[in-house]
């Protein structure tokens, strides 16, 4: 049974691939910061259909506190599945931006990338084998008004993936970036009304959290072991 990190796994997508990966006989390790009352909730869903969870909780802007909750992790073992789907929101259009608003998405989106990624990798070197995955944005890939900083932190993340995917390629281990358009979650109903939607996605609808959480179980799964270094997106024929 390979292990597998889902940060922010208590949010709407991160619930679904945590529930997703876990169907497909993974031990889940549900990751939250201020949730975790929802991560243990996410985690009790996954008992309760037969799978194998437990919660964590730590910042992942925070270097030190993150080293000390992996290392704890990795005492009984390698972390051979990585999903980076911690992420926060803070738009404004960007002359009124401040600078704390442009701080913390980059911390979170990409400082928390390298807090989390890095002291996983070495152990997952040992196993030969492994899936790093991060949930991105179509922001990342287009741009999105008033997400001048969200849109950094997650084109940031693609050419992170693409680089590290170079280093890891001879060892068994894929990276890959997964860029989602809208998908129905709390995260996104403040932002986008049905009308919205209609116009800006061919496909009429968002999508599911669900489907994303199918999309990573692919990519993490040894069918996609020739896949890496990619910015996949999953967006209803948005771009």
């Excluded at 001048?148 to 281990?173: C, D, M, Q």
Aim: neutral net charge; hydrophobic residues 50%; contains cysteine.
């Amino acid at each position: 049974m390979k292990r597998a990190l889902v940060t922010g796994g208590s949010g709407g997508i991160g619930a679904a691939i945590c529930r997703r990966l876990a169907a497909s006989g993974h031990h889940v390790i549900v990751h939250a910061n201020r949730s975790g009352e929802k991560a243990a909730a996410v985690v009790g869903e996954i008992l309760a259909a037969g799978g194998s969870a437990e919660a964590v909780g730590f910042d992942v802007t925070d270097r030190d506190a993150t080293a000390a909750a992996l290392t704890a992790l990795l005492e009984t073992g390698a972390i051979q599945i990585l999903v980076n789907n911690a992420g926060i929101h803070a738009d404004a259009v960007f002359p009124g931006m401040s600078g704390d608003q442009w701080d913390s998405v980059v911390d979170v989106s990409l400082n928390g990338f390298f807090n989390v990624t890095r002291p996983l990798v070495l152990p997952m070197i040992r196993t030969r084998w492994g899936r790093i995955i991060t949930i991105s944005s179509v922001a990342g890939i287009i741009g999105n008004r008033g997400q001048v900083n969200y849109s950094a932190a997650k084109g940031a993340l693609h050419a992170a993936s693409k680089a590290l995917a170079l280093e890891l390629a001879s060892r068994g281990i894929t990276v890959n970036a997964v860029a989602p358009g809208i998908i129905a979650t709390d995260m996104s109903e403040g932002a986008f009304d049905s009308e919205a939607i209609q116009k800006l996605v061919p496909m009429k609808r968002a999508g599911k959290p669900e489907e994303v959480a199918d999309l990573v179980a692919f990519l993490a799964s040894d069918q996609a072991g020739y896949i890496s270094g990619q910015v996949v997106s999953i967006n209803g024929a948005m771009i």
